[in-house]
């Protein structure tokens, strides 16, 4: 065993730099030293700090002394550092004996593999059709003739793993959408190599979370932890099952918060709800521990492991993010209660504040979030103004965006939140009482429905017709496994035209269907995204219609 001590002689002492070491056994251990400079001159002061975790302690002089492990720090007492940020307090410079060995990490990783499955996924093969993409163009202009052949093609049958978290010990468990996205088949494994059956109970794509059940009762689960009062600088644990290895631990820090990763992403769902607030953290996440937990010291979960920054030569660089526990545990209840996510709106459209803008609004600092516009249909349409910039809402102060979207996402219909705002100069706090979000467009008529190959149809109200700018169109009720599903038609898709024959009601669409000798391309409105698609089913087989 090999001990290190360094004594800074003070501040006379010119051009010397501080290192300290601390070797016990195999591990290393280094203590962060902070450098103050005095006022008026250049000489450097260097400074002690010791995070507040876990299995840190402060030794007397008798202490230290019996103490075959402590490494010695004197130093003499120096001026506290001024023009530090408001929320950061100086720790005044003690002359104090110290140990600090890293975090004793066992306890957090117990806890938190019990509570991590392995989630295998599997996906059927199905068979998809092939067009070009000018056979639209052609026939615009040429006819059918024109239309190339479309070929047939089967995609094999796919299988994916990744993580989930126990949630509650009644079998329910968390994972994000992207791991169990298309799944026909959903297993999980626990640490204790338990196996069951997996039941999709909701999903959210625009949080990328996804919530699945298995029958099982006192089962280990993890207490939620607090991801708002989470520091950068903290210790962390990823827990998880890269590339198929079991129950895999790894270490690091929180690296930032509320961290926006803008189209990198590739996130899907409805764009008006996208929410990038993520949890950066440099512990090793690699394929497989999407859906995993991140842990702190005391085993509770903060965050569900996500996304990693990487290139195609390397899976881990350094750059792993998590979902917050505090938005985590606002979808989970909803999709446990309601089946899906109930979310409110502000009704604005917001964007970062830059030097410039905060020039030409009169900011004492770069910060908050800036309205650049105000929807008519907002529950705070009277109280908010375009170039208004929010700085705080209740007591969390509103840095930047992400930060704003994160809270209104894990708000409820019907909270009261508190906003301070800027103003022409002036600061201004209001209340505003949340409303819920309208649904998308409802497509759904009551009456006879048209069921087609596991798919289900319905007439289009002349309502929405005329909301939606629509001439013709049925709606799409329900989706189940089929030529329809396979080619990509959700619930909620509006279909308007058949081969280019406008679709008028679900009667026309069966004649259309029963006299199609070949494939036909559905021209396809997703209302929700404001989108147009074209969709090849082929009818050439005999067709299951009631």
């Known amino acids: 065993m090999r001990q290190y001590n360094y004594f800074h002689r003070g501040a006379s002492t010119k051009g010397r730099f501080a290192l300290l070491l601390l070797v016990i056994g195999g591990g290393i251990t280094y203590l962060k030293a902070g450098s103050f400079y005095r006022a008026g001159n250049k000489q450097q002061n260097t400074a002690v700090s010791l995070m507040a975790n876990p299995g840190y302690s402060t030794l007397d002089s008798k202490a230290a002394k019996d103490d075959p492990h402590a490494c010695s720090v004197s130093q003499e007492a120096q001026p506290i550092q001024k023009n530090l940020p408001d929320d950061v307090v100086p720790r005044p410079i003690e002359d104090k004996k110290v140990i600090a060995p890293l975090p004793d990490f066992t306890y957090a990783a117990k806890i938190a593999t019990q509570a991590v499955v392995h989630v295998k996924v599997r996906k059927c093969s199905k068979v998809k059709y092939m067009t070009s993409p000018l056979d639209e163009f052609f026939r615009e202009f040429f006819g059918e003739r024109f239309g190339t052949p479309r070929r047939e093609y089967e995609v094999p049958e796919q299988y994916a793993t990744g993580s989930g978290v126990i949630y509650t010990e009644n079998g329910f468990i968390v994972t994000n959408n992207h791991v169990i996205e298309g799944a026909d088949h959903i297993e999980v494994t626990l640490q204790d190599n338990r196996l069951y059956t997996a039941k999709l109970i909701g999903a959210d ?151 410039e803008l905060a020039k030409k609004l009169g900011l004492s600092k770069i910060a908050g979030a800036c309205i650049q516009s105000v929807d008519p249909a907002s529950p705070c349409v009277k109280l908010l103004q375009k170039e208004d910039v929010i700085t705080q809402i209740n007591d969390h102060k509103i840095n930047k965006v992400a930060e704003l979207q994160e809270i209104i996402a894990c708000s409820k219909p019907g909270d009261t939140i508190t906003i301070t705002l800027f103003r022409k100069g002036k600061e201004k706090t209001i209340n505003v009482v949340l409303e819920k979000e309208p649904d998308p467009v409802q497509v759904v008529q009551k009456g006879k429905l048209l069921e087609v190959e596991g798919a289900s149809f319905s007439d289009l109200g002349e309502g929405i017709k005329k909301k939606l700018e629509l001439s013709a169109g049925i709606s799409v009720v329900e989706v189940g496994k089929g030529k329809f599903q396979s080619a990509g038609l959700k619930k909620g898709h509006i279909v308007i035209a058949f081969d280019k024959k406008p679709v008028h009601n679900i009667k026309a669409f069966a004649e259309m269907v029963r006299n199609a000798k070949e494939a036909a391309l559905l021209k396809v409105v997703d209302p929700a995204k404001g989108t147009v698609s074209y969709l090849a089913i082929d009818f050439a087989n005999q067709h299951n219609i009631r």
Do not use: C
């Open 205 to 355: 794509a625009t949080t990328d979370l996804a919530l699945l059940k298995v029958q099982e009762t006192k089962l280990p689960f993890l207490q939620l932890g607090n991801s708002d009062t989470l520091e950068v600088g903290e210790w962390v644990l990823a827990v998880g099952n890269p590339f198929n290895l079991h129950s895999t631990v790894t270490k690091g820090i929180v690296s930032a918060k509320s961290r926006q990763l803008g189209d990198n992403l590739g996130q899907k769902g409805d764009p008006r709800f996208t929410i990038q607030s993520f949890i950066q953290t440099d512990a090793a996440i690699n394929q497989g521990n999407s859906g995993g937990a991140l842990v702190n010291l005391y085993g509770q979960l903060v965050g569900i492991n996500s996304a990693i920054y990487a290139n195609s030569a390397v899976s881990f660089m350094g750059y792993g993010f998590a979902i917050p526990v505090s938005l985590v545990k606002k979808v989970m209840n909803d999709l446990m209660q309601y089946g899906a996510v109930q979310r409110v709106m502000l009704g604005v459209t917001i964007s970062e504040v830059n030097a």
